[in-house]
C-alpha cells in the first residue's frame, strides 16, 4: 500500500524567504504526486501534480516541486514567501484503489506560518 | 461558479443522534469523495462513489453509511454519533477515474460530538 510521510510538522519563516516542504512517498509503481494547500477554514486546493516526464513542476502561486525517484521525494519550494503562503500544506501520492478507480492518500500536512 | 458544495457548515451532536452530511457538485463530475481531517492525521478517506449508482469503502469506514443520490449528490450519514467522530468532514469530487484529473475540494463540515 502506498503511504506519505511529511516529516515536518510545522515550519516558520519569514516573509521572503525560501521555503522547502518536505514529502517522501512509498509506492511500488510509478506515483502520481500532488501537493495541495489548506488555508484556514477552507477546502484543499491543488498546488501542482506530477505523473511522468520532466520532473521539475511548476504550480501556482508560485510553487515549485522536483520528483526525485532516487530518493522517493516530491519537495516543494518556493523562492520568497509570501505572508499570504500562510496555510497547511499536504503532500499526496495516488494509486489504483477499487476496479478502475484512483485514490489519493494524504500526508499529514505542514503547517506553514510566515513572520512578518 | 459554486463547485463542490457542503452543508451544514457547522454541526454539533450528542452521542448516538444520527446525522446526514450533504454535499453537492455542479461540475458534472463522476466520482467524488468523502473523508475526515482530524489533527495531525492529515486526511483520511471514508468512502467513494466512483461512478453513479457505485460506492466503495475506504480507508475510515466504521460508523458511516453513504448514498450517492444522483450524479450531483453524495451524502454521508452518522446512524448513532460517537464522540471519536468528532472531525471535520470534506467532500470532494473528479471528473473521471484517472488522476490526471484533480479533486476539487468543499469547504468542509465541522462536527462535533458530545
Known amino acids: 500500500a502506498q503511504s506519505v510521510t511529511q516529516p515536518d510538522i510545522h515550519i516558520t519563516v519569514s516573509e521572503g524567504a525560501s521555503l522547502e516542504l518536505r514529502c517522501n512517498y512509498s509506492?511500488?509503481?510509478?506515483?502520481?504526486l500532488f501537493w495541495y494547500v489548506q488555508s484556514p477554514g477552507q477546502g484543499l486546493q491543488l498546488l501542482l501534480k506530477?505523473?511522468?516526464?520532466?520532473?521539475l513542476v511548476q504550480g501556482i502561486k508560485g510553487f515549485e516541486a522536483e520528483f526525485k525517484r532516487s530518493q522517493s521525494s516530491f519537495n516543494l519550494r518556493k523562492p520568497s514567501v509570501h505572508w499570504s503562503d500562510a496555510a497547511e500544506y499536504f503532500c499526496?501520492?495516488?494509486?489504483?484503489?477499487?476496479?478502475?478507480?484512483?485514490?489519493?492518500?494524504f500526508g499529514k500536512g505542514t503547517l506553514l506560518t510566515v513572520n512578518p | 461558479n459554486a463547485g463542490v458544495t457542503q452543508t451544514p457548515k457547522f454541526q454539533v451532536l450528542k452521542t448516538g443522534q444520527s446525522m446526514t452530511l450533504q454535499c453537492a457538485q455542479d461540475?458534472?463530475?463522476?466520482?467524488m469523495y468523502w473523508y475526515r481531517q482530524d489533527p495531525g492525521m492529515g486526511l483520511r478517506l471514508i468512502y467513494y462513489?466512483?461512478?453513479?449508482?457505485?460506492?466503495d469503502k475506504g480507508e475510515v469506514p466504521n460508523g458511516y453509511n453513504v448514498s450517492r443520490l444522483n450524479k450531483r449528490e453524495f451524502s454521508l450519514r452518522l446512524e448513532s454519533a460517537a464522540p471519536s467522530q468528532t472531525s471535520v468532514y470534506f467532500c470532494?469530487?473528479?471528473?473521471?477515474?484517472?488522476?490526471?484529473?484533480?479533486?476539487?475540494f468543499g469547504d468542509g463540515t465541522r462536527l462535533s460530538i458530545l
Open positions: 499526496a501520492v495516488g494509486a489504483r484503489g477499487g476496479g478502475s478507480n484512483y485514490k489519493l492518500t
Open positions: 470532494a469530487s473528479r471528473e473521471g477515474a484517472g488522476l490526471h484529473q484533480p479533486q476539487h
Open positions: 461540475m458534472n463530475h463522476n466520482s
Open positions: 506530477y505523473f511522468s516526464g520532466d520532473t
Open positions: 462513489s466512483a461512478s453513479e449508482g457505485t460506492t
Open positions: 509506492y511500488g509503481a510509478t506515483p502520481y
